[in-house]
């Protein structure tokens, strides 16, 4: 399986060196999106900024952009998804510091020093998928009404 970009990363020595991380992760890796897609060739471009932060907790934002080959659920014919991600994660050690997060910050709950990359980016995927996959109205191939 290749990949440009590290399998695990340590998030907080990440922040301290204000580093950022740019590449690819093969989809085929993500095995809990297989379910949901019907292709698994294909790349999940992955650029995360990682910022230590002075009065918050440190940070991991940036943007994670693939197009996945899903089946709409209406009228089940395949079709290109563009997912294009903005994810802006809070480095929190306990779920009382994931609380005391505001507005649009999601928390990045640290059980270990590393975590596993491809978890991570495939978590925010299946997060932003909405829990039906189908066409727009114009686009589907069903007959609607």
Do not use: W
């Not at 009228?75 to 507005?103: S, T």
Request: glycine share 6%.
């Amino acid at each position: 399986m290749r990949s440009s970009l590290p399998l695990e990363i340590e998030p907080l020595a990440l922040t301290k060196r204000g580093a950022t991380l740019q590449g690819t992760l093969a989809l085929e890796q993500m095995t809990r999106l297989h379910d949901l897609i019907t292709k698994t060739a294909g790349d999940v471009d992955v650029k995360l900024s990682f910022d230590q932060g002075k009065f918050l907790p440190p940070c991991v934002s940036g943007r994670i952009q693939t197009t996945l080959m899903v089946e709409c659920v209406r009228c089940g014919q395949a079709f290109e998804y563009k997912v294009d991600l903005q994810p802006n994660l809070r480095i929190v050690r306990n779920d009382e510091q994931a609380k005391n997060l505001e507005g649009q910050q999601e928390p990045l709950l640290l059980e270990e020093d590393t975590v596993n990359l491809v978890k991570l980016v495939e978590d925010e995927i299946l997060l932003s998928l909405p829990m039906l996959i189908r066409h727009e109205d114009s686009e589907c191939r069903k007959e609607i009404g």
